[in-house]
T-cell receptor, first 115, second 113 residues
Framework: DADVTQTPRNRITKTGKRIMLECSQTKGHDRMYWYRQDPGLGLRLIYYSFDVKDINKGEISDGYSVSRQAQAKFSLSLESAIPNQTALYFC??????????????FGPGTRLTVL | QKEVEQDPGPLSVPEGAIVSLNCTYSNSAFQYFMWYRQYSRKGPELLMYTYSSGNKEDGRFTAQVDKSSKYISLFIRDSQPSDSATYLCAMSAGGGSNYKLTFGKGTLLTVNP
């Protein structure tokens, strides 16, 4: 089984709908991240969490919210989806012990299309 | 000036060629340098990391860092069709901000049989 899983893998929705993307990990890592990837813009950090009680905004958090339900689960919500949120979304994890190198392990991604 | 610049390519080479992928950066605080490989429809996976100037070799891959010039490279020897992917450079300052990776936009590489 994959260490970092994301559901759904693909989602098409309409403008104004609420969407939740879910991430689970079996790596036992304490840190979790949400990124979006757009052609020509690379990977950009949306939110990150160092533990269940520590959640922080990244560089592009507007229009998004997150929930860290447990050490292994980190969800990203779009409260009212808009077309420019169409992108590839990645969850990642890292281990505080080895974080001197900040090795981040990525999930397979969710392709979200907002019509 | 963006913190990290990476030529997006695309780069197309014949099998067996030596490939050179490069990134430049402007932030002197960056101390840790990584290369990720991303296959189509997959998440990025860590290929190599280094934190000192000089070369680090792993099989057919060599990562090179020149902190004085703020320039990093990834060399692929004897390139294979299976190396076809997007390569992303990433950097962090370490210490208290070591969680924050700054990525290049990625270079799309195609190795033709």
């Amino acid at each position: 089984d994959a260490d970092v899983t994301q559901t759904p893998r693909n989602r098409i929705t309409k403008t104004g709908k609420r969407i939740m993307l879910e991430c689970s990990q079996t790596k036992g890592h304490d840190r979790m991240y949400w990124y979006r990837q757009d052609p020509g813009l690379g990977l950009r950090l949306i939110y990150y969490s160092f533990d269940v009680k520590d959640i922080n905004k990244g560089e592009i958090s507007d229009g998004y919210s997150v929930s860290r339900q447990a050490q292994a689960k980190f969800s990203l919500s779009l409260e009212s989806a808009i077309p420019n949120q169409t992108a590839l979304y990645f969850c990642a994890t890292s281990d505080f012990i080895s974080s001197v190198t900040d090795t981040q392990y990525f999930g397979p991604g969710t392709r979200l299309t907002v019509l | 000036q963006k913190e990290v610049e990476q030529d997006p390519g695309p780069l197309s080479v014949p099998e067996g060629a030596i490939v050179s992928l490069n990134c430049t950066y402007s932030n002197s605080a960056f101390q840790y340098f990584m290369w990720y490989r991303q296959y189509s429809r997959k998440g990025p996976e860590l290929l190599m990391y280094t934190y000192s100037s000089g070369n680090k070799e792993d099989g057919r891959f060599t990562a090179q860092v020149d902190k004085s010039s703020k320039y990093i490279s990834l060399f692929i020897r004897d390139s294979q069709p299976s190396d076809s992917a997007t390569y992303l450079c990433a950097m962090s300052a370490g210490g208290g901000s070591n969680y924050k990776l700054t990525f290049g936009k990625g270079t799309l590489l195609t190795v033709n049989p």
